[in-house]
């Protein structure tokens, strides 16, 4: 009997054992970046990003099927990845300079995912600047899900990339958004 118990456990635990799911590394939008320079450029105004943080309750190590944590960047919170994203964002747009009296923060207010039909990323966030300016908005990015968790999982890791990039636009092209560097 041991025999046989000891190698159906191994195998047991080897299928059921917590998998990570990495995503790609973030590529700035160039729609994003060519918003930004409408907007921000011909006012030769610089910005710097301060904190994004995510609200209480907000999870940033999201499970997906039981699979174990999204996570979108090694070593990197969801809310770094769309701080550093957005950062990346400003600097190709030439409107970024780390020592810019005007810092952009922002507030995760949702940040959820389904890996079944209809797949989507659900992100909300609130953005204000140092001179008082604010205002919120929210992405949703649908994607290609599939029927096992490890497929599935993978498209959810691959697509907050692109969720973030949607997020970044609904910032950028927003109608407040030039009044975050006033």
């Known amino acids: 009997m041991k025999r046989i118990l000891i190698p159906s456990v191994i195998c047991l635990s080897i299928i059921t054992g917590c998998s990570t799911t990495n995503s790609v590394p973030y590529k700035a939008s160039t729609s994003n970046i060519i918003t930004i ?8 105004k610089k910005v710097s ?11 940033e190590s999201p499970v997906c099927r039981l699979m174990g944590p ?6 990197k919170t969801l809310s770094q990845y769309i701080k550093d994203a957005f ?10 300079s780390p020592n810019a009296p005007i810092k952009i923060s922002g507030t995760i207010t949702n940040l959820d995912f389904s890996s079944v039909s209809p797949a989507n990323w659900s992100i909300s966030m609130s953005v204000k600047s140092s ?13 290609n899900t599939s029927f096992d968790a ?14 973030v990039q949607t997020l970044i636009k609904k910032v950028v092209s927003h109608p407040q958004f030039t009044s975050l560097a006033r």
């Open 37 to 44: 320079q409408q907007a921000l450029g011909k006012t030769g």
């Open 49 to 59: 990003i301060g904190n994004i943080i995510a609200a209480k309750g907000i999870n």
């Open 70 to 75: 999204v996570n979108v960047a090694p070593g």
């Open 87 to 96: 950062q990346e964002e400003l600097f190709l747009a030439d409107v970024y």
């Open 131 to 143: 001179n008082l300016a604010a205002y919120s908005v929210s992405a949703k990015y649908p994607f």
């Open 150 to 163: 490890y497929s599935a999982c993978k498209n959810v890791a691959n697509a907050f990339g692109p969720a």
